[in-house]
């Protein structure tokens, strides 16, 4: 009676665990049967396909990483703010890799992969408010942060940085402080 207790968003939580021990593109329906010990055919009544067990993946993976961010942004503005965003994006991939892959799933389009993506969105304009920008630059202050802090995030975790002085976590809060000095310059 292995199937008792199986919904969709047991498999996605699931999945999100075996993301993170086999990467995130190695999660598939299949590979879930097995982690599960039933068919594959059994899992189809809860997922339309390894697609949409992605996104449901993907949509675990930030709806959680947004809970850390709004926890460790409260009660903080500018510099401290951005340092806490950025800390737990970092802290978040570094120990659920697989996880941290998952937010990077571009075919997930449901409502609520939309909803928790909208709220990183709104968690990042809030750490801007602190900087006092307007549009289009707080647009591009979005843009510059998302791409500076996965970019950052995603070379550590591919090991780009473990060959050379000084180590990654001595570069981390002098990039952040430098994003920092940026916004609080940008005009």
């Not at 049967?33 to 396909?49: D, I, K, N």
């Not at 609520?112 to 990042?124: F, I, Q």
């Amino acid at each position: 009676m292995a199937r008792v207790g199986l919904s969709g968003a047991r498999l996605a939580q699931a999945g999100a665990e075996l993301a993170d021990e086999v990467g995130f593109e190695q999660v598939t329906v299949s590979a879930l049967a097995r982690h599960f010990g039933v068919q594959v055919a059994s899992l189809y009544s809860h997922v339309r396909s390894s697609d949409d067990l992605k996104a449901r993946i993907a949509t675990v993976t930030l709806t959680e990483l947004a809970d850390q961010a709004a926890a460790a942004l409260a009660g903080r503005a500018g510099r401290d703010a951005l340092h806490a965003l950025a800390d737990v994006y970092r802290d978040y991939a570094r120990a659920h890799p697989g996880r941290y892959a998952a937010t990077r799933h571009t075919a997930a389009a449901s409502e609520p992969y939309v909803a928790a993506g909208r709220r990183h969105s709104e968690l990042v304009r809030a750490v801007l408010r602190g900087y006092d920008l307007g549009e289009p630059a707080q647009t591009d202050a979005v843009r510059l942060l998302g791409s500076t802090i996965h970019g950052y995030i995603t070379l550590e975790l591919a090991g780009s940085f473990a060959h050379s002085e000084p180590s990654a976590g001595d570069s981390w809060p002098r990039i952040i402080d430098a994003l920092d000095t940026l916004l609080r310059s940008w005009s």
